[in-house]
């Protein structure tokens, strides 16, 4: 068997989609969870990390002269661990260029919306008063356009009339879980790449809002 694919997570929060991704690495994984960094030492993903045994490493980006300077310093804390994947799950914080660049085409990112639309913060607030009927999550290589690069993966999920921003974030989060543990699966097999500026699949260019799913 070949040698798994070393896997680090970027996080600032809940973690829960790290858990998605460590509940699949129990149950089988072509990769491996090498370490979770954090820029926020409260973030309760460090504790979930600690309780699969993954070693953690918190970078408070307030110690830093500035975002190149924490930029660096995450990069080196990164290649420590050889990655030949970074995922960013829930990590808050807008990446350099020069880091961006140094990771490309091994930097996945999921963000709540059906991407290309509603990038940005407080998706689901955003859906629920433009009324949408539908709404999503994706995730996406990352490339120097905010959250803006070549999707892999998309799930559609219906907005319900009793939804409330909690209740349509729940599914949302629920959507989540499911679709990045594939994204990464996939990577990890070698069958997922980005290519010339385009995600691409067993070899075949995804759709440009990736692969679609429904929950
Ligand atoms: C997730 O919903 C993720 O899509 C979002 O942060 C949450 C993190 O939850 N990311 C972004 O908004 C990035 N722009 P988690 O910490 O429980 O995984």
Known sequence: MSEPCNV???ISGS??????????????????IRAVISNRGDAYGLQRAQQ???????????HF?????????????????????????GFMRILTPAF??????RLLNIHPSLLPRYKGLDTHRRVLEAGDA??????????????????????TVAVEPADDV???AQRIHAAEH???????????????????????????PLPETGFPLRF
């Open 178 to 204: 499911r679709i990045y543990p594939l994204a990464v699966r996939w990577f990890g097999e070698g069958r997922l790449r980005l290519q010339d500026g385009r995600a691409m699949l067993d070899g075949q």
């Open 100 to 105: 961006v660049r140094h990771y490309e085409g």
């Open 134 to 155: 539908e709404h999503g999550c994706s995730v996406h290589f990352v490339t120097e356009e905010l959250d803006g690069g070549p999707v892999v993966v998309q799930a």
């Open 15 to 32: 973690g829960s989609n790290l858990q998605a991704l460590i509940d699949q690495q129990e149950a089988s994984s072509p990769s491996r």
């Open 166 to 168: 909690e209740r349509l």
């Open 65 to 89: 002269a500035d975002r190149a300077a924490f930029d660096a310093a995450l990069m080196e804390a990164i290649d420590a661990h050889a990655p030949g994947l970074v995922v960013l799950a």
């Open 52 to 62: 699969a045994g993954i070693e953690t490493r918190v970078l408070e980006h307030g």
């Open 8 to 10: 680090v997570v970027l």
